[in-house]
């Protein structure tokens, strides 16, 4: 018995021209809670339904307790899955829709010998007895002894989602999937049910694989989050390890409030950003590296301006109260920082700032410039996803060339008609003083974009790029004139879950070299 | 009805445009080519030939042999009908809706529809004829079936195709084989339209005409066909008995529908 129950190798899924999932592999060990968490559309769900079987993957494997399943059709794997929507049979009462896999399911009832004195495995249905005590036990378990007759449309929303459950569960399995079970609830009722789930799951000591965009319920719930994004792993580790040390930007965004700056790393355990120079805990980085740095709220500590520990001074842009903090905007060196505070600072105040150098983190950016391979159209003229671009370069039309634009060069145009090409915005993160966002062109380049204004995600836009800011250089092809392999390869995110294990020494099979998660 | 017509009773000094004023044009065709007509139905049923009070005309329908042969083939042919058209338009709806340009292809079923039902039953006489099928029976099943496969699979797509895929998956989760999944959700939950397809081909049929004359030269006669011939030959009462009758068949097949449809199907989906 191996110690995963799931393992997902280099699974792929795509639709027509664009990938769902990308390349993801993943171990679920045998009684974990995992988490697949990310916005919506980043190939979760389409994770989940590939472990159910209801999608075939287009490349990779699934192994399932050491057997492969990929090509397994759903009803012969031994999983259950709670649907988003609760799928609970209308035609059937409580009872008949929890009975549903009981009665559909043959359970081994002894051996006899044959004519040709073969052992022959018998098997038998589950009697009505025994279906109903198993049907009684799972009403219990969700506190709805007294509703086994009633219709399902006549159940609330809380109710369906533990018929959903208890149908699920009733089954025995192994892994129980749970596809966004509480979405459809309101907040009191989504609080109380994820108590109850993980209750449920220490209890039954099964595996969970959970898919959820709540990234509060995923840090609550699980013991593994595998953050999504795009079709691909961005991270898979610890919830705790996941706040605190996010493996990029858009992790650090998207999990819980954050800080994010552009920082420069002047050496090891020194960096530079928003106009000052900070003590911090890394090393290992190149010379004046440019770097991402994330300040959690909570670690932003403020003080008196004159304060020794003050490595920054900054003013107070407004103070929120949240509840049980305030929140407090504060803007040093036209960077905006955001601090969690147990005391309210008066608007335009000038206040200290200090961070321990053990709660900055710092991460490689995972794009320095857009690169692009490409060849030129015409003298002055280079294609860049499809369309003509003016540039200052003299190489004949053909000529194949590698065209690097800056951050801050490329131009968003708010009608998509006013730019060169079209577009689509990805995300946007703000970091400090500017907006960095992604913007996807229709054959699927995204490029970096630097911006003063926040875009809306899934908005429209044109992209410019004026002539003088275009890089173009000349790019090595072989014989058959495709390009050289290019350096960047897949990504490879490997499980800190495990990585944590290993370094403690107790347990633990793969320990990749590269930490870090370069896109 | 009753309060559109109290509605209009109320003297009324200024014309004000309401909402119901809109319905007064509906109500008013209504009354006329719907209350009027069984009204005279009802009455014309008691009066007979010099429009003295009877109840003559009952007497006449229930102890004529041969007019309950005709009520007994009408419900025959509309049974067998039905069953066919089942038997056909099931499969047909559930591939279509399983299919991505099913709502195309179920056009193509639609279609006849469209071309005049005599010119339609006509040109089958002639094929059956230029075939040299015996015109029977079987000819004006066929023709039966022809003519009301659409009403079958029409219902029965919409009905399939709003099944949610959702529920098939967890009935593939729960494990069940493809088959299990028709038998246990797809059939049970496409109920609804299986009950609204056989009431829009069950009702149509056993009151129809003309196709069973047409297709048998006249040799098997329907109810329809007979309502249609005892008015020809002048006598109203009797035709007015058949014809409440025939109402009250398709009131109580109809009845009956709805009951099966409420009990199986609670999600009360009907196309009625």
């Known amino acids: 018995m191996s110690e995963n129950i799931i393992e997902l190798k280099n699974l792929t899924k795509t639709y027509g021209a664009k990938d769902a999932v990308k390349n993801a592999s993943l171990n679920i060990k045998r009684g974990e809670f995992v988490t697949l968490l990310g916005p919506s559309g980043c190939g979760k769900t389409t994770t989940l339904r590939m472990i159910a079987g209801f999608e075939m993957p287009t490349s990779g494997q699934i192994i399932f307790d050491g057997e492969d399943i990929t090509t397994t059709p759903p009803h012969l794997r031994k999983v259950n899955t709670v649907f988003q929507r609760y799928a609970l049979f209308p035609h059937l009462n409580v009872f008949n829709n929890i009975a549903f896999g009981l009665k559909l399911k043959t359970i081994p009832a002894g051996t006899k010998t044959n004519r040709k004195g073969e052992e022959v495995q018998l098997f038998r249905k589950y009697t009505k007895a025994e279906i109903k005590s198993k049907v009684d036990a799972a009403l219990k378990m969700v506190d709805l002894e007294d509703y086994g007759h009633r219709y399902v449309s006549s159940l609330s929303g809380g109710q369906q989602q533990r018929v959903a459950i208890a149908r699920a569960l009733v089954n025995e399995p192994e892994v129980l999937l749970l596809d966004e079970p509480l979405g459809a609830l309101d907040l009191k009722m989504r609080k109380d049910m994820q108590l109850e789930l993980m209750n449920m799951h220490k209890q039954l000591g099964i595996t969970f694989v959970y898919v959820t965009h709540d990234q509060e319920e995923a840090l609550t719930m699980s013991d593994k989050i595998v953050v999504m994004r795009d079709g691909v792993i961005q991270q898979i580790a610890t919830p705790e390890k996941i706040y605190d040390e996010p493996a990029n930007a858009f992790v650090a ?27 911090c805990v890394d090393k290992g980085f190149k010379k004046n590296e440019p770097i991402d740095v994330i300040i959690r709220p909570e670690d932003l500590k403020i003080l008196s301006p004159d304060d020794k520990k003050t490595i920054i001074t900054a003013e107070v842009i407004s103070s929120v109260f949240k509840g049980d903090h305030y929140q407090v905007t504060l803007m040093a060196n036209e960077n905006e920082f955001i601090a969690h505070d147990t005391a309210t600072y008066e608007t335009g105040s000038t206040v200290g700032l200090y961070i321990k150098p053990f709660d900055l983190h710092i991460m490689h950016k995972s794009r320095v410039i857009n690169e692009i391979d490409t060849e030129m159209a015409a003298e002055n003229s280079v294609y860049i996803c499809g369309e003509k671009f003016e540039c200052v370069c003299p190489f004949e039309a053909g000529t194949p060339v590698k065209v690097s ?89 490997i499980d800190q879950t495990v990585e944590e294990a290993a370094e403690n020494g107790t347990e633990g099979t793969a320990v990749a070299d590269d930490k870090e998660v370069q896109e | 009805m009753t309060n559109a017509v109290a509605a209009v009773r109320p003297a009324r000094k200024k014309f004000k445009i309401t909402k119901r004023v809109f319905s007064y044009p509906y109500v008013l065709f209504m009354l006329l080519f719907v209350v009027l007509p069984l009204v005279m139905i009802l009455v014309n049923a008691f009066l007979d030939s010099d429009n003295n009070l009877t109840l003559e005309n009952f007497k006449i329908f229930f102890t004529e042999k041969s007019s309950l042969i005709v009520l007994g083939n009408s419900v025959f042919v509309g049974l067998v009908t039905t069953l066919i058209c089942l038997l056909i338009g099931y499969p047909v709806a559930y591939f279509l809706s399983k299919m991505s340009s099913g709502k195309v292809l179920v056009l193509f079923f639609v279609l006849p529809m469209w071309v005049n039902f005599l010119i339609r039953t006509l040109a089958t ?148």
């Open chain 1, 253 to 279: 965004d998207f999990i819980g409030e954050s800080t994010i700056l552009s920082g420069v790393m002047l050496a090891d355990y020194k960096v530079e950003f928003a106009g000052a120079i900070f003590e």
């Open chain 2, 125 to 272: 006489k002639a094929i059956f004829l230029a075939m040299d099928v015996t015109l029977g029976m079987g000819t004006v099943v066929f023709g039966m079936v022809y003519n009301y496969l659409p009403f079958m699979i029409l219902p029965l797509h919409t009905t399939l195709s709003s099944i949610d895929r959702s529920y098939i998956e967890a009935a593939q989760d729960l494990g069940a084989d493809s088959s299990t999944v028709f038998l246990k959700t797809i059939l049970p939950l496409s109920v609804s339209g299986i009950i609204s397809g056989i009431t829009m081909v069950f009702i149509p049929t056993i009151s129809t005409f003309a196709i069973s004359q047409l297709l048998s030269n006249g040799k098997i006669f329907l109810f329809g066909d007979s309502i249609q011939m005892k008015f020809d030959q002048g006598l109203y009462g009797v035709g007015s008995i058949m014809s409440i009758v025939m109402l009250v068949f398709v009131l109580v097949s109809n009845f009956l529908m709805n009951r099966v449809g409420r009990n199986n199907n609670n999600m009360g989906r009907s196309l009625w």
């Open chain 1, 405 to 493: 634009v800056d951050f801050d060069d490329v131009i968003i145009t708010d009608d998509e008609e006013d730019g060169t090409i079209g577009a689509t915005v990805v995300s946007s993160i703000y970091k400090g003083s500017y907006y960095q966002c992604i913007v996807r062109t229709d054959d699927y380049y995204d490029f970096f974009v630097d911006t003063d204004d926040d875009w809306l995600k899934g908005d429209r836009v044109g992209i410019n790029i004026a002539p003088e800011k275009i890089i173009v250089e000349k790019r090595e092809v072989n014989a058959d004139g495709e390009a050289l392999p290019s350096e960047q390869a897949q990504p490879v995110v």
